[in-house]
């Protein structure tokens, strides 16, 4: 991807290009686009792209955005995805308002735009098994070989193809396939399927259809019957772009759209195939398609990931014709990019390592304040509890520092945030060597983090009091707060509340660390 593919001017990308040209000579008057998803899983990242692109083209040029669900193989489609998908196109932030439509919606036009076909001689039944189809079909350099029931008369074509759609044969015992060529180069236009048998309960249609038709068959007509300007899809339709316009062009279809083809989302480290997340929730691998780990959607919302941080993505890596591969680094970057403007700040120990103020008084606590957002004053501050006892971060620690590490070490003096100086006197170890209790002074005089002899210190650690939970080491605004957005965990990374949360046990999701990759990269690194 080059960079001015990357990142375009003012938003602009190849396909909005079209649109401008297009309303300038008047091609059209207003835009429609849609997302056509399949309801036979959740929607990713990659679908945020898609959704982004034609939610956004539709915002930007005054049309509308359709969402159509592609509900043309009820074998894999449940009502289940078709609420998710509607639930995660919402979140992210767009609307289709009342422009919802189903492929299904069609059915009763698509079967008679089949039966047109075969009226005027372009479509046939055909007997062939798959294998026998698929054998026939050719290969790239070789051409493909008529069926023996190409020429069957139109009589006898509407006859079968009316007995296929009442039932009268079973599952895979024929197919529609239309009439083109078994040796155009392109392999798609080699009598493509336009209907199967297939005996399955519809998630809307229920058992009114026996037969369905192909995703071929139906999208460019879906489009043309919603009057949609800009079919917009990822290349690997490019190859059926001649079919999509074939259809149009042999059919009465109400209208004429274009089909458009850009460059999918792929990302390092990342699964972006349906087919490849499904079999990660089927075998039990993840816990579900809202597991924090999934690149889903709903697993990116659990995870704490904002919707705004996901449209400041896909407008970043912008939309291009080429194939590439997307830092995932960049994406957290966005992610960071958002939180750091928008978290609440608190403190939490990871893992944690002791320590005991010798000249605290027993028995004694106070209460300091902290500043919830270091940027926004309207986001006030809240009281945290310091005491005698208190958690460090184990590695803000060492015994035997090299010469670059600031933090706490035997003699050593650092600050506690929005607390006070500490100097470590000493080390308790368990018998195998480990730290585990650090005994400290503090100094009364640095109340608020800073020493009136205006001495310095070289590092500000997170720390939580010992007296929180009895095992929990976060601080206790974070087990009393409900917040359901993310929080900055000082000096460690965005967390999130999890839905598995119970009174007493907190359960956070990391959102994304503190540490910026994509910043250092991006700079030239
Ligand atoms: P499958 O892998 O099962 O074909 P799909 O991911 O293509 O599924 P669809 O439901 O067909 O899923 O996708 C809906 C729309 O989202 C399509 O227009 C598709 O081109 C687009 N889309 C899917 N994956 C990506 C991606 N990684 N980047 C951009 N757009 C995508
Ligand atoms: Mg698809």
């Known amino acids: 991807m080059t960079a001015s593919e990357t990142f375009t001017e003012a938003g602009r990308d190849f396909i909005r290009d079209i649109v401008v040209a297009d309303l300038a000579a008047k091609r059209h008057t207003h835009v429609v686009t849609r997302f056509p998803p399949e309801p036979n899983g959740y929607l990713h990242i990659g679908h945020a792209k ?108 509407l006859d079968l193809f009316r007995r296929m759609r009442a039932g009268e044969f079973p599952n895979g015992a024929r197919v529609l396939r239309a009439k083109i060529d078994m040796a155009a180069g392109n392999i798609n236009l080699r009598d493509p399927v336009l209907y199967r048998i297939l005996n399955a309960p519809h998630p809307r249609t229920g058992t009114k259809w026996l037969i369905y038709p192909s995703y071929d068959f139906a999208h460019g007509q879906s489009d043309a019957i919603e009057g949609v300007t800009h079919s917009i899809c990822t290349l690997e339709f490019e190859d059926h772009r001649p079919l999509y316009d074939w259809f149009l062009e042999n059919l009465p279809a109400p209208s004429r759209p274009r089909q458009y083809e850009f460059a999918r989302l792929n990302m390092t480290y990342t699964l972006l195939s349906k087919r490849v997340l499904t079999e990660l929730v089927r075998g039990g691998h993840v816990a579900g398609w809202d597991d924090p780990r999934m690149p889903t959607i709903a697993g990116l919302r659990r995870r704490g990931v904002p919707p705004a941080a996901i449209r400041d993505f896909v407008k970043r890596i912008g939309v291009a014709k080429a194939n590439s591969v997307v830092d995932a680094a960049m994406f957290e970057h966005s992610v960071r990019e958002v939180l750091n403007r928008t978290a609440l700040r608190r403190m939490a120990v990871l893992r944690p390592l002791k320590i005991v103020l010798e000249n605290y008084p027993q028995g004694q606590s106070e209460e300091l304040e902290a500043v919830n957002h270091p940027d926004q004053q309207a986001a006030g501050t809240r009281r945290i509890r310091f005491g005698r006892e208190l958690y460090i971060e184990r590695d803000d620690f060492m015994e035997h520092p090299p010469k670059k590490f600031f933090r706490l070490a035997p003699g050593a003096e650092v600050r506690l945030r929005y607390a006070y100086f500490i100097t470590c006197r000493d080390v308790v170890k368990n018998p195998t060597g480990e730290p585990i209790e650090l005994r400290c002074t503090y100094d009364p005089a640095t109340k608020g983090g800073n020493a009136p002899d205006g001495r310095k210190v070289k590092a500000t650690m997170h720390w939580v009091s010992a007296a929180v939970l009895s095992d929990a080491k976060l601080e206790l605004a974070l087990a009393a707060d409900d917040l359901a957005d993310p929080v900055q965990f000082e000096r460690q990374g965005y967390f999130v509340r999890d839905v598995d949360s119970r009174p007493g046990r907190p359960v956070f999701n990391r959102t994304v660390g503190l540490r910026d990759t994509w910043a250092k990269v991006s700079a030239g690194g």
């Open 50 to 157: 898609s959704i982004a692109l034609n939610f956004g083209i539709a915002e930007e040029f005054g049309g509308r955005c359709h969402l159509r669900f592609d509900d043309t193989n009820p074998t894999k489609e449940e009502q289940e995805y078709i609420d998710a998908i509607k639930r995660d196109v919402r979140w992210l932030g767009y609307d289709w308002g009342k422009h919802l439509y189903h492929a299904s919606d069609y059915f009763e036009q698509l079967y008679q735009w089949a039966e047109c076909l075969i009226r005027d001689a372009k479509a046939y039944v055909d007997d062939q098994s798959q294998d026998e189809i698929r054998a026939n079909r050719g290969t790239l350099t070789e051409p493909g070989n008529n069926s023996p029931f190409r020429d069957r008369s139109v009589a006898e074509n």
